[in-house]
């Protein structure tokens, strides 16, 4: 019994030994990003926020669902305004271009 509970020991007490505990350190690097909430008449809404690199630079999308629809927008416009829009059933949902 006594060497079970030894053999044991080593796997229940170990630990990485640069205390890290496997997540992803966050940082300012990140550029992609999911915005999920309820909008105001009760429906959900999903936005997800990501750089692309287009023609060598870097542009600004959004996937976006909710009651405007489904799809996909290039924008420099802040997440908040792209939720209040995609919460509107007839909002039209028109890029940067």
Do not use: H
């Amino acid at each position: 019994m006594l060497l079970l509970a030894s053999a044991a020991l080593p796997c229940a007490g170990a630990a990485p030994s640069d205390g890290a505990d496997g997540r992803k350190s966050l940082g300012n690097d990140d550029d992609t990003f999911v915005f999920m909430g309820r909008c105001p008449n009760g429906e959900m809404y999903r936005l997800l926020a990501y750089d692309k690199q287009v023609g060598g630079f870097k542009r600004s999308f959004y996937d976006y669902e909710g009651p405007a629809g489904k799809g996909t927008i290039k924008s420099q416009t802040a997440p908040r305004v792209i939720a209040s829009r995609v919460c509107l059933a007839l909002a039209e949902m028109a890029g940067d271009e």
